[in-house]
T-cell receptor, first 116, second 112 residues
Framework: GAVVSQHPSWVICKSGTSVKIECRSL??????MFWYRQFPKQSLMLMAT?????????EQGVEKDKFLINHASLTLSTLTVTSAHPEDSSFYIC????????????FGQGTRLTVV | QKEVEQDPGPLSVPEGAIVSLNCTYS??????FMWYRQYSRKGPELLMY????GNKEDGRFTAQVDKSSKYISLFIRDSQPSDSATYLC????????????FGKGTRLSVIA
């Protein structure tokens, strides 16, 4: 299957600092990428949808100024958690779909963020 | 009513058993159906994907879609301890740039 690479796999940061998470589609052009947040033993919660070259669409209740999403190319999307606080600690996962010719969505390995 | 319903389990079976995992959905516009396996602290891994109704088999896994009943299933034959994970069903209306709608996931334990 297609490969989506997410980096870093885990990060610990101090409260008030910003953290950037990268998501790359390695072998296909991802016209659309999705960012999810997952709490322990819970399902995936969609945060935002990003299309290459345009602004991300955020789900209701997700602060767009706190969770900055950039999708500058067909293979790279980034999520920046700005001014992180302990309540932002979570598991963040990206996903990519390749457009009309393939409908499956592929996921990155996830990033465990701990804010201390 | 949630768009996709999935029993969260946990489901515990002995090694070698046939496992049946199911989801029901309410939106008749869904056409694309996927099953993912997620191990603890890892991203979901695509197991099976189907378009519209019918069956699809891949090794020990069989996916079934019954659009008339709005019901999808994943069967795992000869289950192994390594199959112990959370299984998520997912679906969407189209193949393009819309997000998938997920079930809550079923936690499966296969006991050796």
């Amino acid at each position: 299957g297609a490969v989506v690479s997410q980096h870093p796999s885990w990060v610990i940061c101090k409260s008030g600092t910003s953290v950037k998470i990268e998501c790359r589609s390695l072998d296909f052009q991802a016209t659309t990428m999705f960012w999810y947040r997952q709490f322990p033993k819970q399902s995936l919660m969609l945060m935002a949808t990003s299309n290459e070259g345009s602004k991300a669409t955020y789900e209701q209740g997700v602060e767009k100024d706190k969770f900055l999403i950039n999708h500058a190319s067909l293979t790279l999307s980034t999520l920046t958690v700005t001014s992180a606080h302990p309540e932002d600690s979570s598991f963040y996962i990206c996903s990519a779909r390749g457009g009309q010719d393939r409908f499956e969505a592929f996921f990155g390995q996830g990033t465990r963020l701990t804010v201390v | 009513q949630k768009e996709v319903e999935q029993d969260p389990g946990p489901l515990s079976v002995p090694e070698g058993a046939i496992v049946s995992l199911n989801c029901t959905y309410s939106n008749s516009a869904f056409q694309y159906f996927m099953w993912y396996r997620q191990y603890s602290r890892k991203g979901p891994e695509l197991l099976m994907y189907t378009y519209s109704s019918g069956n699809k088999e891949d090794g020990r896994f069989t996916a079934q879609v019954d659009k008339s009943s709005k019901y999808i299933s994943l069967f795992i034959r000869d289950s192994q301890p390594s199959d112990s994970a959370t299984y998520l069903c997912a679906m969407s209306r189209n193949s393009g740039n819309t997000p998938l709608v997920f079930g809550k996931g079923t936690r499966l334990s296969v006991i050796a």
